[in-house]
């Protein structure tokens, strides 16, 4: 009886240590990966990048193309999440699949996607509505930046806000619409205030992703300097002049920008990515 | 208000409740019981509007129901636990239902005022549900559900989560809502002593119907 305890307990302790390797394992890949970058330049060269204007062009265009990114997905994610979470109609299963093929399409085939879609008529006739409201038209444009980003971002927000939404109680909804409520007001008086950490955990998600997204806007938008270069583009441009620690300086820049991320969403109790 | 089902079913997945026949009249106090599970909240939740009939015709003050949305059924409505909204202050909750139902602000105020001073609330208006206990929770609960005078109130299990003190506090409090307000109320409870003390009409819900209890 003792030996088969004592087996267990050898045998509970193979287990869990086989699973710490597995972790540990991992997690020296990713900061082995940092600490490579950050050893590989130092403050002068990082200095020396940031002086660079396009690079600044670059950094200053990712961080708005990002933010009305993060915005724009909240503002569809929230209804899409709640609507997945609240609503059961025929073909929900399929429509489900359809709101994650940007999470599993391969990046460079959603730039090609929408530089396709833009060369429909239905396409052309967009541009030419932008270029006379905005004075400016979509592809290869700044505009393309912000849709490239936005056709990946929301998808991760709309996961994000669907859990959240199933996460809460429905009867408080419930309650609220046996006393007096619309549909619409318990939405926006109940459901809404109680999901604000869902909420800023899509946005801070959607502005990670949007702030790394390369290849869509690679496609869609090209990676002209001064113009539609963003930072994950810089990385790119500098490494084929053969500019290695201008590039590594950028991808630092990046690291900062999603660990940040992170470290907000986690200071402020969220989920994010999670 | 009455309430009447008349050969009513409704299912909830595999669950069946049903046929159904029950006849509150105005003024009522009916004290529903029967074994856990055996469909009291889906039935309050069927009267409520919040689940669909699959067949019978169910009257509120003999207005025909069937169709009709839970805003519009005025009624008051206590779920088992209460269902507060946790960003809300106990004030924002005792006032939901008045602010929603288009009340005056004078009003409402005069109506937080005085359901927080009978359910002894008065000095836990500003908080939020995370910092109550059970039994203040319970109160905020029934003081929502009673705040835009409903005709018709639907009570899960309101006194369930209460001390002995407050909870004999609590029935006398309802009992006078009852004779003062004219309120129709169907009660679900576990506690033969609740039921004795409160209902006009005792009723049991047993394999998927509602019979009187003599």
């Given at each position: 009886?003792?030996?088969?305890?004592?087996?267990?307990?050898?045998?509970?302790?193979?287990?869990?240590?086989?699973?710490?390797?597995?972790?540990?394992?991992?997690?020296?890949?990713?900061?082995?990966?940092?600490?490579?970058?950050?050893?590989?330049?130092?403050?002068?060269?990082?200095?020396?990048?940031?002086?660079?204007?396009?690079?600044?062009?670059?950094?200053?265009?990712?961080?708005?193309?990002?933010?009305?990114?993060?915005?724009?997905?909240?503002?569809?994610?929230?209804?899409?999440?709640?609507?997945?979470?609240?609503?059961?109609?025929?073909?929900?299963?399929?429509?489900?699949?359809?709101?994650?093929?940007?999470?599993?399409?391969?990046?460079?085939?959603?730039?090609?996607?929408?530089?396709?879609?833009?060369?429909?008529?239905?396409?052309?006739?967009?541009?030419?509505?932008?270029?006379?409201?905005?004075?400016?038209?979509?592809?290869?444009?700044?505009?393309?930046?912000?849709?490239?980003?936005?056709?990946?971002?929301?998808?991760f927000a709309?996961?994000t806000?669907?859990?959240t939404?199933?996460?809460?109680?429905?009867?408080?909804?419930?309650?609220?619409?046996?006393?007096?409520?619309?549909?619409?007001?318990?939405?926006?008086?109940?459901?809404?205030?109680?999901?604000?950490k869902g909420v800023l955990s899509a946005g801070l998600l959607a502005l990670a992703r949007?702030?790394?997204?390369?290849?869509?806007?690679?496609?869609?938008?090209?990676?002209?300097?001064?113009?539609?270069?963003?930072?994950?583009?810089?990385?790119?441009?500098?490494?084929?002049?053969?500019?290695?620690?201008?590039?590594?300086?950028?991808?630092?820049?990046?690291?900062?920008?999603a660990v940040g991320c992170l470290v907000l969403g986690r200071l402020l109790g969220l989920r994010v990515g999670r | 208000?009455?309430?009447?089902?008349?050969?009513?079913?409704?299912?909830?997945?595999?669950?069946?409740?049903?046929?159904?026949?029950?006849?509150?009249?105005?003024?009522?106090?009916?004290?529903?019981?029967?074994?856990?599970?055996?469909?009291?909240?889906?039935?309050?939740?069927?009267?409520?509007?919040?689940?669909?009939?699959?067949?019978?015709?169910?009257?509120?003050?003999?207005?025909?129901?069937?169709?009709?949305?839970?805003?519009?059924?005025?009624?008051?409505?206590?779920?088992?636990?209460?269902?507060?909204?946790?960003?809300?202050?106990?004030?924002?909750?005792?006032?939901?239902?008045?602010?929603?139902?288009?009340?005056?602000?004078?009003?409402?105020?005069?109506?937080?005022?005085?359901?927080?001073?009978?359910?002894?609330?008065?000095?836990?208006?500003?908080?939020?549900?995370?910092?109550?206990?059970?039994?203040?929770?319970?109160?905020?609960?029934?003081?929502?559900?009673?705040?835009?005078?409903?005709?018709?109130?639907?009570?899960?299990?309101?006194?369930?989560?209460?001390?002995?003190?407050?909870?004999?506090?609590?029935?006398?409090?309802?009992?006078?809502?009852?004779?003062?307000?004219?309120?129709?109320?169907?009660?679900?409870?576990?506690?033969?002593?609740?039921?004795?003390?409160?209902?006009?009409?005792?009723?049991?819900?047993?394999?998927?119907?509602?019979?009187?209890?003599?």
């Amino acid at each position: 009886m003792n030996a088969l305890r004592a087996g267990r307990r050898t045998g509970d302790r193979i287990f869990f240590a086989t699973l710490t390797c597995f972790g540990i394992g991992y997690i020296l890949l990713i900061l082995g990966m940092l600490l490579a970058d950050a050893s590989f330049t130092t403050p002068a060269a990082l200095r020396a990048a940031l002086d660079k204007p396009e690079i600044r062009h670059a950094f200053g265009l990712s961080f708005i193309t990002a933010t009305i990114t993060a915005i724009l997905s909240i503002w569809f994610a929230v209804p899409i999440g709640y609507l997945m979470a609240r609503r059961n109609f025929p073909g929900k299963a399929l429509v489900d699949a359809v709101f994650d093929i940007p999470i599993v399409l391969p990046p460079m085939v959603i730039g090609l996607s929408l530089l396709i879609l833009f060369q429909t008529d239905m396409g052309q006739h967009m541009e030419r509505w932008s270029t006379e409201l905005f004075g400016v038209g979509i592809t290869y444009e700044v505009p393309s930046i912000v849709l490239a980003q936005f056709a990946v971002s929301c998808a991760f927000a709309v996961r994000t806000l669907r859990v959240t939404f199933e996460q809460m109680d429905p009867r408080c909804e419930a309650v609220a619409c046996t006393l007096g409520c619309s549909s619409r007001q318990a939405f926006w008086h109940v459901v809404l205030p109680a999901a604000w950490k869902g909420v800023l955990s899509a946005g801070l998600l959607a502005l990670a992703r949007a702030l790394g997204e390369f290849g869509p806007v690679l496609v869609f938008s090209g990676a002209t300097r001064m113009k539609t270069e963003v930072l994950p583009s810089t990385v790119f441009l500098e490494l084929s002049v053969g500019d290695l620690e201008a590039a590594v300086a950028v991808s630092l820049l990046l690291v900062t920008a999603a660990v940040g991320c992170l470290v907000l969403g986690r200071l402020l109790g969220l989920r994010v990515g999670r | 208000m009455s309430l009447q089902l008349e050969r009513c079913h409704s299912a909830v997945g595999s669950f069946h409740l049903g046929p159904m026949d029950l006849h509150l009249p105005q003024g009522a106090y009916g004290v529903l019981m029967g074994r856990t599970g055996s469909g009291k909240t889906t039935l309050l939740e069927v009267i409520a509007g919040l689940l669909p009939l699959t067949s019978g015709r169910l009257t509120i003050g003999g207005q025909a129901c069937n169709h009709l949305r839970p805003a519009d059924r005025g009624i008051g409505y206590l779920p088992q636990d209460g269902a507060l909204f946790d960003t809300m202050s106990v004030r924002e909750h005792l006032d939901f239902a008045p602010r929603f139902q288009g009340w005056a602000a004078d009003r409402r105020r005069e109506r937080v005022d005085e359901l927080a001073q009978r359910l002894a609330l008065t000095d836990l208006l500003e908080r939020k549900p995370p910092g109550l206990s059970g039994g203040e929770r319970q109160r905020v609960a029934l003081g929502r559900a009673l705040a835009a005078r409903p005709k018709l109130l639907l009570l899960d299990e309101p006194l369930s989560a209460l001390d002995e003190q407050m909870h004999t506090e609590l029935c006398q409090y309802l009992a006078s809502v009852h004779q003062e307000q004219g309120v129709t109320i169907l009660h679900v409870t576990h506690n033969p002593a609740e039921a004795e003390r409160l209902a006009t009409h005792h009723l049991r819900l047993e394999n998927g119907r509602v019979l009187p209890i003599s």
